[in-house]
């Protein structure tokens, strides 16, 4: 099985796994603050759908909560594994998150700087 090495570190190497028992300090802190993240995360999704629920100015907001939710998600599985597809799946959901960031920000409110 010849398999494309610049594929296999793009879509499936694995770079690090939490393991509780053989965790050096920085790995459990790397855990912990991986899972605060996540939670973070998870916030401001929240923060956004309620936000779009009170005001109702744009849909585009609820795709926009999505996108905070699943940036959490990958944050709550690289708290366990760290790997090549949850790298570019972080960076294209940080792209939606700016672009999205972006339009709301820019056509729904203006007057807001934080989410």
Do not use: Q
């Amino acid at each position: 099985m010849n398999r494309d090495p610049f594929l296999h570190l793009l879509l499936s190497r694995r770079w690090w796994t939490y393991s509780p028992r053989t965790a050096t300090w920085i790995e459990h802190a790397t855990h912990g603050f991986n899972l605060f993240e996540g939670a973070a995360w998870t916030v401001f999704a929240g923060l956004v759908l309620a936000r779009f629920i009170r005001h109702r100015r744009s849909w585009i907001e609820v795709p926009y909560a999505l996108a905070f939710f699943t940036f959490g998600l990958t944050d709550f599985r690289e708290a366990y594994a760290l790997d090549s597809w949850l790298i570019v799946l972080k960076a294209i959901n940080l792209v939606a998150l700016f672009g999205l960031r972006g339009y709301v920000i820019r056509r729904c409110y203006p007057e807001s700087r934080l989410f």
